[in-house]
Every structure is written in C-alpha cells, then in structure tokens.
T-cell receptor, first 116, second 111 residues
Framework: DTGVSQNPRHKITKRGQNVTFRCDPISEHNRLYWYRQTLGQGPEFLTYFQNEAQLEKSRLLSDRFSAERPKGSFSTLEIQRTEQGDSAMYLC??????????????FGPGTRLTVL | GNSVTQMEGPVTLSEEAFLTINCTYTATGYPSLFWYVQYPGEGLQLLLKATKADDKGSNKGFEATYRKETTSFHLEKGSVQVSDSAVYFCALHDSNYQLIWGAGTKLIIKP
C-alpha cells in the first residue's frame, strides 16, 4: 500500500509526559501537513512542510509542539509536557506541489492521543 | 477570510432516499473545492473535488457542482445506502493551499 501511514494509531499517556508521532507520506509527495481534530469538529491546521522546510505554523501550535521533516520524507510531531487538552486525533496529509499547482491532500488514518 | 459553512447534522434518511448536504463558501479568487468523508473509526478520504466554476465532481454515486454564482458546492446522491453513513466534510484550498474545513455533517442512513 502506498498511501499515507501514521504510527502509532493510538497513544495513551499521562499528563506531563512527552509523546512523538510519525507520519510517512506518499513517496513522491513533497508537501506534508499536520492537522488536529477533536470529536465532532473539522480538522484544524497545525503546520506544513515543503520538502524539509517548515513553511507555516498555526498559532494553535504552542511552544510545546514541534515538528520535523529532516530529510524531506517522513515527519515527526512531538508534544512535550502533554496536557489533557491535547487529547485529539492528529492527522497527517501529503500532496504534490509543482510550481503554482498543488494537488489534492491525501490523509493518513490518524493517531488518537489520550492524555490522562 | 476564507470560510466554509455546512448544514448542521445529523441528517437521518432511509435507505434509497435522495441526499443533499449543503455547502457554501466565502473566498477570494477561485479556490478548489472538496468533499471528504470520514467513516466511523477511520481517517479522512477524498470523496470528490472540483477545481473551477461549473466543474462537477463525482465518485461512488455522489456528485457536487462548483457554483460560483451562488458560492456553493452541495453534495448529492440519488439513492443512499446504509454504508454511506459517515461524517462528510466540505473544504476549500486557500491561497496557500491549506485546506479550510466546514464543521462536518453526520449522515445516518436507516435500513
């Protein structure tokens, strides 16, 4: 399967602990996006990369959140000192951008985080 | 700023009924428009898209037409099935190609 994959699918942690999620995009896609989705809501944009460069971060992304895409392939999203309000589904998507044209975003299955 | 407004759910229909889920948008320029579907316990899947005015996107019996004059992209299906039960999201690309999402509409199909 060559779709977007995310690991782990579920993560339960205690408040104050650090967690890291991984996203592997579709192989030829140069853009990678992170979103957060809470129950009953649409996704909220967090950040995106074009290749290894992080081009934009939402103001929702506090300083406890950091994302990397070191080689322009997979990406990691780390949350430090987790809080109960961080409990959500974290979604990754990828797309192919060429010049002024950006293709459709394809989503992974998400990582569901529960902070106790 | 850009925004997407969807009809509130849940929408409950009987099997084989006609479906319409309304979506209207506010945007500068001519954004691409999308419908995504999220089945219970699963991630978001692209259902259909349209990239310019009067385009019709279609997939799995669902259709939506990009109406610039009414700034709408309503989702329709002629005969729904129980397996169509899911949450449907309307979205648009903004100028930075970020997706701007509606709040989602939960669809429940009863046999």
């Amino acid at each position: 399967d060559t779709g977007v994959s995310q690991n782990p699918r579920h993560k339960i942690t205690k408040r104050g602990q650090n967690v890291t999620f991984r996203c592997d995009p579709i192989s030829e896609h140069n853009r990678l996006y992170w979103y957060r989705q809470t129950l009953g809501q649409g996704p909220e944009f967090l950040t995106y990369f074009q290749n290894e460069a992080q081009l934009e971060k939402s103001r929702l992304l506090s300083d406890r959140f950091s994302a990397e895409r070191p080689k322009g392939s997979f990406s990691t999203l780390e949350i430090q000192r987790t809080e109960q309000g961080d409990s959500a589904m974290y979604l990754c998507a990828s797309s192919l951008t060429s010049g002024r044209r950006t293709d459709t975003q394809y989503f992974g299955p998400g990582t569901r985080l529960t902070v106790l | 700023g850009n925004s997407v407004t969807q009809m509130e759910g849940p929408v409950t229909l009987s099997e084989e009924a006609f479906l319409t889920i309304n979506c209207t948008y506010t945007a500068t320029g001519y954004p691409s428009l999308f419908w995504y579907v999220q089945y219970p316990g699963e991630g978001l899947q692209l259902l259909l898209k349209a990239t310019k005015a009067d385009d019709k996107g279609s997939n799995k019996g669902f259709e939506a037409t990009y109406r610039k004059e009414t700034t709408s992209f309503h989702l329709e299906k002629g005969s729904v099935q129980v397996s169509d039960s899911a949450v449907y999201f309307c979205a648009l690309h903004d100028s930075n190609y970020q997706l701007i999402w509606g709040a989602g509409t939960k669809l429940i199909i009863k046999p």
